[in-house]
């Protein structure tokens, strides 16, 4: 539990990542209205270009923090990749002639800015938005699937210096450094932090999925984030593993998760396989408590 809600009262940032279709999206929302319920002032976000939140919530998402009709505590907000891009350019065009660069100097950095990595320096940047408004307690982040997710905390490091560097390089570095490190070194810093962030990775409990996950966690690793939580979904409950077919799945699905304890080494969350898409506030209330619901008590 310490690793979902806040601690000595400080802003509490929850990653779910993992590869496409494990369920990271359930698990947010489960999550983040498990958090609103507690009394935690919660936001909700996405990288998910389909906008899969939205259905799954049963209400709209938009581009800027709107509270969930129905639950207090609760708001909501999507990262559209490509609109951030814009207003990212825009932002880093801006500053560049603040800054009295010529017009060539301009032209070359609009160029180096059409490429598929600002769409994700710019989710990104959005992100850093949100979560340093300091208006909630809790953010929980849907991220997109693995590699997307990893570019893009890669990306702050390296390629925010070099585009900084371009904007202020005739002008003063040491800005320059200051810019980059204000604006990415504080998150980066919050991301390393176990007391402020948790990334948890979603699998489910098959061979691959889990070599795959662990690798991208030991990726994670390298850039100085420990991951806080492993999330079993498509778990077989035991009462329902009455026939041939579910008992095989369910003593197949029992021995890998022992495995992900194994390798993973942090506390194991277990989302049940459900009859049905998960969808609307009650049944994500009642994930919520399946998934905290023991801990909290314990
Ligand atoms: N425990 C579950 N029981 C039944 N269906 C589930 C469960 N978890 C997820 N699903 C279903 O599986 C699909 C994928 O889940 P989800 O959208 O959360 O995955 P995701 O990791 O966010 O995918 P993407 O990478 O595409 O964003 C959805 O249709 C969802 O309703
Ligand atoms: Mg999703």
Redesign the pocket.
């Known amino acids: 539990m310490a690793r979902i809600v806040p601690s000595d009262g400080r802003q509490r940032t929850v990653f779910f990542a993992?590869?496409?279709?494990?369920?990271?999206?359930?698990?947010s929302c489960a999550t983040a209205v498990w958090l609103a319920q507690q009394g935690w002032r919660t936001l909700l976000l996405t990288t998910?270009p389909?906008a899969?939140l939205g259905n799954?919530l049963g209400a709209p998402v938009g581009d800027e923090p709107h509270p969930l009709p129905g639950l207090p505590n609760l708001w909501v907000v999507k990262i559209d990749p490509k609109a951030a891009a814009e207003v990212y350019k825009k932002r880093i065009l801006d500053e560049a002639r603040a800054h009295g660069r010529p017009e060539k100097a301009i032209a070359v950095i609009a160029e180096e800015l059409d490429s598929p990595c600002t769409e994700e320096m710019a989710a990104f940047d959005r992100f850093i938005e949100f979560a340093s408004a300091g208006a909630w307690q809790t953010v929980v982040f849907?991220t997109?699937?693995t590699g997307h997710t990893l570019r893009m905390l890669e990306l702050p490091v390296e390629w925010s210096k070099q585009i900084d560097v371009k904007v202020f390089s005739s002008v003063d570095t040491a800005v320059a450094d200051d810019v980059a490190k204000q604006r990415f070194g504080d998150v980066i810093e919050m991301m390393r932090d176990p007391q402020r962030s948790t990334f948890a990775f979603?699998m489910y409990p098959e061979s691959t999925p889990i070599v795959e996950a662990h690798r991208a966690s030991l990726e994670l690793a390298t850039l100085g984030i420990p991951t806080g939580l492993a999330v079993a979904?498509?778990v077989i409950p035991a009462e329902q593993a009455d026939t041939p077919f579910t008992h095989a799945r369910h003593v197949m699905q029992q021995h890998y998760l022992a495995e992900i304890q194994a390798r993973f080494a942090v506390p194991l969350l277990t989302?049940?396989?459900?009859p049905?898409?998960?969808?609307g506030l009650p049944l994500l209330t009642e994930l919520g408590q399946q998934m905290y619901g023991q801990l909290v008590l314990a």
């Open positions: 993992g590869k496409g279709g494990v369920g990271k999206t359930v698990a998910d389909a899969h799954v849907d997109a699937p979603v979904n498509f989302i049940p396989l459900l049905e898409e998960v969808q």
